[in-house]
């Protein structure tokens, strides 16, 4: 069966409106804001999440047996206009938004208004997007392909570099983040009760209007986490320009020029920076912070968006030769 057979005799969002599912809410990515509504032209999205999580049994260092839970990895394939685009690695939280964060961070639709509709079918394993007016020279665009360095290998089409030539972030006056905002976005974060704490083995990605948390996504690529973000914000509207995007993953250059993509000109990582993550942020006036938990962080670049508060001096230490312990 194929993923259009799949969706062939579901009802139409676009004919039946009592069909048309709401889009998903920030609520159902993870955080406790107020329910947001979907732009007007926004696609119909199925909701076909998936179980998060599989229980199996394992034998420990001491010979004992338990059971636990690690994450239930499978793939996605995106299929635009019956043109098969791309298999994901996902734990397939949002899968649709997934697919649509993908398609605006690749470039290949500049406006959420050009789909028309995602359907999500695990049976098929398949999300077959279906755009209004379709995509101008789609198989030229996607014909080159670069693999990155993200988790289960990211793909970027075309020129990454030439992708974010025209991006225009705004400047360190209108866009800052304080010393005391970043440690509690830090504290936020690690409260939070996640799938990584419970099981491990994914990387988590969250937005933040100052110290609120607006919307937050865990999956097995950090990549898949920041394009289900993308997606998020294109269904409702929400820009970038105010906002502070976090990653538990490393800054390369694929996530800096998603982050780009999104119009977010503040980073914040718990993991490290790449050399060309910091020069394409450098270039393009983001801040970056790196190995950043508890009250600890590095910024890498953009040191003038940053208001620096500074922890109070640690008192030296002293050492005594031959003291007794």
Not at 36 to 43: D, L, R, S, T
Not at 307 to 317: K, Y
């Amino acid at each position: 069966m194929t993923p259009e057979d799949s969706t062939a005799h579901a009802p139409d969002p676009a004919s039946d409106p009592a069909a048309r599912p709401p889009a998903p809410s920030a609520f159902e990515l993870g955080t406790h804001s107020a329910q947001w509504q979907a732009v007007a032209g926004a696609p119909s999205l199925t909701r076909a999440a998936a179980t998060l999580l599989r229980e199996i049994e394992i034998i420990d260092e001491y010979g004992e047996r338990r059971s636990l839970h690690i994450p239930a990895e499978r793939a996605l394939t995106v299929f635009v206009d019956r043109h098969e685009l791309v298999t994901l690695m996902t734990l397939g939280a949002n899968p649709e938004l997934l697919a649509l964060g993908y398609l605006v961070n690749q470039r290949l639709v500049q406006r959420v208004e050009q789909i028309e509709s995602i359907t999500v079918d695990w049976d098929v394993a398949a999300a077959a997007v279906r755009t209004r007016a379709g995509i101008a020279d789609l198989h030229e665009r996607t014909a080159r392909r670069v693999v990155t360095t993200g988790c289960a290998q990211g793909t970027v089409f075309g020129d990454p570099l030439a992708q974010v030539a025209n991006v225009r972030l705004p400047g360190p006056g209108d866009a800052r983040l304080r010393q005391s905002t970043l440690s509690a976005i830090l504290e936020v974060m690690r409260q939070r009760n996640s799938i990584h704490r419970k099981a491990g083995s994914v990387h988590g990605c969250a937005l933040f209007r100052g110290t609120e948390l607006l919307v937050a996504v865990e999956d097995v690529g950090r990549h898949n986490a920041i394009d289900t973000i993308a997606g998020w914000m294109s269904v409702h509207g929400v820009h970038g320009a105010d906002k502070v995007f976090y990653t538990t993953g490393r800054l390369t250059s694929e996530m800096v020029m998603k982050a780009a993509h999104m119009g977010v000109p503040i980073v914040i990582s718990r993991n490290g920076v790449t050399a060309m993550g910091h020069e394409l942020a450098s270039r393009l006036g983001m801040a970056l912070f790196g190995r950043a938990a508890n009250r600890h962080f590095l910024c890498y670049c953009g040191l003038d968006r940053f208001d620096s508060e500074p922890e109070p001096g640690r008192a030296p230490v002293r050492v005594v030769a031959g003291s007794a312990l």
